[in-house]
C-alpha cells in the first residue's frame, strides 16, 4: 500500500477533504456522547516539535489517546536531530519504529524530505510556507457554523504568511473566493498567487477586501522567529487590524476566525474575537477532531 503524507491540502483530493471534514464532525459527536473508538490502538505518533506550541501537541497528543494509541514527544535539543543528523538518516530510523511522523518546523523542506525517506505516513504540524491542520479545522468550523463554504467569499487580513498560503491552498481544493489584504512587501508567495489566480487576488484596503464576506481570517503580525522585524512590522501592518468596523462591512452572516493565539489590540480588537460571530474557540477546539479525521485516514489498518 502506497504511503499518504500530508504536507500542504493538495496531497488530498477536495472529496477526500470533504471526507475528512465530515469525518471529523462525526468524531467530534462521537467523543462527546463517551463513545470509546480506538482505530489506533497500538500506534505510535512520533510527534517532532522544532518550533513551540500549544494547540497542535496538545491536540495531537489528545487525539492519538482518543483513538487508541499513542504519542511521543520528541524536541530537536533532545534527539540527534539537534545535533546534526542528516534528516534522511533520522526519517528511516525514526519510521522503522513508529507509525506516523508529525513534524513542527522552519523549512518546509525538511517535511518534504522526511516524507520522501519515510515509511510511515508525515504530516505537516507546521512550516514557515504552510498550515495545513489549522485549515482542517477551520474548515470544519466553518461547516459546522455556515454549512458549505464552496462559492463563499473569505477575506485573509495581514501578512501572506504560511496560514494565508494553506487558505490560497483550500480557496483551490474547497471552492471558495479568497480576498488577501496585505501591505506591500508582505505579498503571499508569487507562484501561488499566479497558479491559483482564478480563485485569490489581492486587495490591499482592508474595509473594501472585507465587504460583504462570509469569513474574515487574521494571524498576528509577528509569527515566531520574525520578534526582531516586530517595530517594522507593527508599522506596515497597523491599518491591517481586524475591528469592528471592518466585521460591519462583511456579511451579516460573517464569521470571524484565527489561529491563536491572537495579540489582541494588535491584529484584532477585543470586542471581535469576543464577539458571538467569532468561533475561535470551536475553531481551536477543532484541531483536536478534524486531525483525529486526519489520523484515521492515514493510519488506519482498514483504510
Not at 179 to 189: H, K, S
Not at 276 to 302: C, G, I, T, Y
Request: with cysteine; aromatic share 8%; charged share 25%.
Amino acid at each position: 500500500m502506497t504511503v499518504r503524507h500530508f504536507l500542504t491540502l493538495h496531497d488530498l483530493s477536495s472529496a477526500e477533504l470533504m471526507q475528512v471534514l465530515k469525518r471529523g464532525i462525526e468524531l467530534k459527536n462521537m467523543q462527546k456522547s463517551g463513545e470509546i473508538y480506538e482505530p489506533l490502538k497500538n500506534q505510535t505518533l512520533a510527534m517532532i516539535f522544532e518550533k513551540q506550541s500549544t494547540r497542535t501537541r496538545i491536540s495531537f497528543e489528545t487525539g492519538m489517546t482518543q483513538l487508541g494509541g499513542h504519542a511521543m514527544f520528541l524536541s530537536s535539543e533532545h534527539t540527534q536531530l539537534g545535533r546534526g543528523e542528516p534528516i534522511e538518516d533520522s526519517a528511516r530510523v525514526i519510521s522503522s519504529m513508529v507509525d506516523g511522523i508529525m513534524i513542527r518546523t522552519f523549512g518546509h523542506d525538511i517535511v518534504e524530505t522526511f516524507a520522501q525517506y519515510s515509511n510511515v505516513p508525515v504530516i505537516n504540524a507546521l512550516t514557515d510556507d504552510y498550515h495545513p491542520c489549522q485549515l482542517l479545522a477551520d474548515m470544519q468550523t466553518f461547516y459546522e457554523h455556515r454549512g458549505d463554504i464552496r462559492g463563499k467569499t473569505v477575506t485573509w487580513v495581514g501578512d501572506g504568511n504560511n496560514m494565508c498560503h494553506s487558505y490560497i491552498n483550500a480557496a483551490a481544493q474547497y471552492g471558495f473566493k479568497l480576498r488577501v489584504a496585505c501591505p506591500e512587501g508582505y505579498d503571499p508567495m508569487p507562484e501561488l498567487m499566479e497558479k491559483y489566480a482564478d480563485s485569490v487576488e489581492i486587495v490591499r484596503d482592508v474595509m473594501e477586501a472585507a465587504t460583504d464576506s462570509h469569513l474574515i481570517v487574521t494571524d498576528v503580525w509577528a509569527s515566531m522567529g520574525q520578534e526582531e522585524e516586530q517595530k517594522q512590522r507593527h508599522r506596515d501592518m497597523s491599518g491591517y487590524q481586524v475591528n469592528k468596523a471592518v466585521m460591519q462591512q462583511a456579511a451579516d452572516d460573517a464569521l470571524f476566525m484565527h489561529c491563536l493565539p491572537a495579540h489582541r489590540g494588535e491584529e484584532v480588537t477585543s470586542d471581535v474575537i469576543d464577539a458571538p460571530d467569532a468561533v475561535v474557540w470551536d475553531e481551536a477546539e477543532n484541531r483536536l477532531h478534524a486531525q483525529k479525521a486526519l489520523l484515521e485516514f492515514l493510519m488506519a489498518k482498514s483504510h
